[in-house]
């Protein structure tokens, strides 16, 4: 329920803010929403007591018209004032918010001034110079514009990693659940491991076809049957992702599997090396090559292989290929490593938030959570004092900070604390803090956050500078793009790279599904040089931990290997590696 409250209190201020309110009245809107996010206790309980105005305004940053708001969301599952302010609100104007780097003040403008009230207006008005003729619109702005509608297109439909894994394991545990089915699997693009996900693709086999085929399309968020068919189906869900199941033949799963795994790439790659060999390859198994056109299921030929993915690599004289590395690029002709970076195999997190900062939790309770999600290191890594939007501490602040961790680090069992920072790399590369208090760290951080839209060559250099300085651990997110809303930096990354070599750092894939920054062929070409890798979550609340296997899907993709994962060495090599210009 805090969630929801919180996303209300965030649209209540955005909408405030694009119909004119004053700013006051904004910010304590604003400030509601993150009030309620921290709280651990469920507000939608409180909120139906009989007291419930009294005890919501007895917590710090709630007043009493909030409390009336979270009381009426409570019980009737939404709030006047918000129904009224999005009927004020054209419906494209949502859209023209969502345009990376337009925040609502300036789109208000777009509004009032230039009557824009959609995309196309947005564009219809940069194209006829009437953007241009706005007071205080200058040409680089609407450049930039231009560029972020650009990018929002091209990211198109697509869900982010982290947005659809859930998803599809929810719709796998329900068709588990489902009287006669016996195997269900994920196959696709998110078996793969890729940042983006155009559709999810489900495999079951069962003993009653028509029943879980029934069952998929008539389940509870299904808004749309796009497909119904006995053994195909396709449904479209509330938000919008589509899912297509495929009912195979227990015998056939392996073939199956493969084929949906794809990616389409690596199948073709697959069947012109079956077909080398006199072989042939579908969906329903591998085949010898009776001469005959068609499909050799239809004419009763027998497989030679189809029940499993191991046993038809095998029979194409090739080792099982895991789901990350099936991109027809050369992993036929590489080894398969046996040691390639696992979730199981990471134990320290290197880069966190918490209160001091703009995370969630304190030190205590960071460090609870990390040790529960099986982390044996815990580098505390809050913002430096540039990230003033990140309540960044300066360094009065970072001392004490240091001093805290180091206390409770003492107190805590079982989890060895680090005191870090995540210091910013300014757009010239010069560190945030001073080397004398970089000195006083266990850890260092260096990530870029401002000034993403820098020439590739300044950011190259920028990066290069970070890389190189000795009491820099770790590059973070090292280009800072965010997946389908921000291009981030790009730097010419075999430079960034040989830097990072240099200095004995590690560039960072941060787990982070909006970011998997390195991302994948990044990841590959680091590897490829010898460049070390950290894996980390960036957690700024205790659910971010989970992240880590998407940082470690990416990792794979880019034949990541556990010994060039620092995360993954043994404490006091670890420990050793971080200290060794200290
Ligand atoms: P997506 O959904 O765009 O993120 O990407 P995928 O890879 O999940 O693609 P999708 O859903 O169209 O198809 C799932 C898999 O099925 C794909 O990875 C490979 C296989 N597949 C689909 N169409 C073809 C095809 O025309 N030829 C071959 N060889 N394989 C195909
Ligand atoms: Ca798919
Ligand atoms: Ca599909
Ligand atoms: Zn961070």
Redesign the pocket.
């Known amino acids: 329920m805090n969630e929801d409250i919180a996303k209300i209190f965030e649209e209540l201020a955005t909408l405030l803010e694009l119909t004119g309110a004053n700013g006051f009245r904004v910010n304590a809107h604003s400030k509601v929403a993150r009030v309620v996010e921290g709280l651990t206790s469920d507000l939608g309980e409180l909120a139906r007591t009989d007291d419930a105005i009294k005890s919501l305004e007895a917590i710090d940053g709630i007043g009493k018209s909030s409390a009336q708001k979270i009381v009426e969301f409570a019980a009737q599952g939404t709030v006047t004032e918000l129904e009224k302010l999005r009927a004020s609100v054209p419906d494209g104007l949502r859209e023209v918010m969502k345009v990376p780097g337009l925040g609502p003040k300036t789109v208000r403008r777009l509004w009032q001034e230039a009557e824009i009230e959609s995309i196309e207006d947005l564009e219809a008005a940069i194209d006829d110079g009437r953007l241009e003729a706005l007071p205080r619109m200058g040409r680089k702005t609407i450049d930039n514009i231009r560029e972020s509608i650009d990018f929002m297109k091209t990211a198109g439909d ?1 869900r982010r990693l982290g947005t659809a894994m859930p998803i599809a394991e929810r719709l796998v545990a329900a068709m588990q659940a489902i009287p006669g089915v016996r195997k269900v699997a994920y ?3 998110l078996r793969r491991g ?1 940042e983006t ?3 999810l ?1 489900l495999l079951v086999t069962t003993t009653d076809p028509t029943a879980a085929s029934e069952a998929f399309r008539t389940q509870s968020g299904v808004t749309k049957i796009l497909v119904a068919g006995e053994t195909k189906s396709s449904v479209r869900l509330e938000d919008g992702i589509q899912v ?1 199941l495929r009912v195979v033949p227990e015998e056939v799963w392996g073939a199956a599997l493969m ?6 790439d690596h ?2 790659a697959l ?1 012109e090396r079956a077909i080398g060999r006199g072989l042939r390859l579908n969906e329903y198994g591998l085949f010898p090559d009776d001469g005959e056109d068609g499909p050799p299921q239809q004419r009763g030929v027998t497989a030679i292989a189809s029940a499993t993915e191991t046993e038809i690599y095998e029979a194409l004289d090739l080792p099982w290929i895991p789901p990350e590395l099936r991109v027809d690029r050369d992993e036929f002709d590489l080894e398969v490593p046996d040691d390639l970076i696992t979730v199981d195999a990471i134990h320290a997190e290197l880069h966190s938030h918490t209160t001091a900062s703009d995370g969630r939790l304190t030190i205590d309770e960071l460090a609870v959570a990390a040790r529960t999600a099986g982390r044996t290191i815990l580098a505390i890594t809050d913002h430096s004092r540039s990230s003033a939007q990140a309540n960044g501490l300066d360094e009065a602040r970072l001392r004490r900070h240091v001093e805290a961790i180091r206390e409770a680090d003492a107190r805590i069992e079982g989890i060895r604390l680090l005191a870090g920072s995540e210091v910013d790399i300014h757009a010239d590369g010069s560190l945030d803090y001073d080397d004398d208090v970089l000195a006083l760290l266990d850890v260092v951080v260096a990530s870029p956050h401002a000034s993403l839209r820098q020439d590739p060559a300044a950011a190259t250099a920028r990066l290069c500078a970070a890389a190189r300085h000795p009491l820099v651990s770790i590059i973070g997110h090292p280009t800072g793009r965010l997946i389908g809303t921000r291009k981030g930096l790009e730097p010419d990354i075999e430079k960034v790279i040989a830097a990072a070599i240099e200095g004995g750092t590690a560039l960072e894939i941060n787990a982070n599904p909006y970011r998997l920054d390195l991302r994948d062929i990044h990841v590959r070409a680091a590897v490829d040089a010898g460049c070390l890798i950290a894996i980390n979550t960036d957690a700024h609340r205790a659910e971010h931990l989970a992240f880590i296997r998407y940082g470690v899907m990416t990792g794979r993709r880019g034949r990541l290997r556990n010994p060039g994962c620092v995360n993954t060495w043994p404490d006091q090599r670890l420990l050793d590696w971080l200290g060794r210009n200290r």
């Open positions: 697509r196959a696709g693009s890729q996900i155009g559709d693709d297509d084929y949906f795994t794809g990616s389409k199948n073709v069947r």
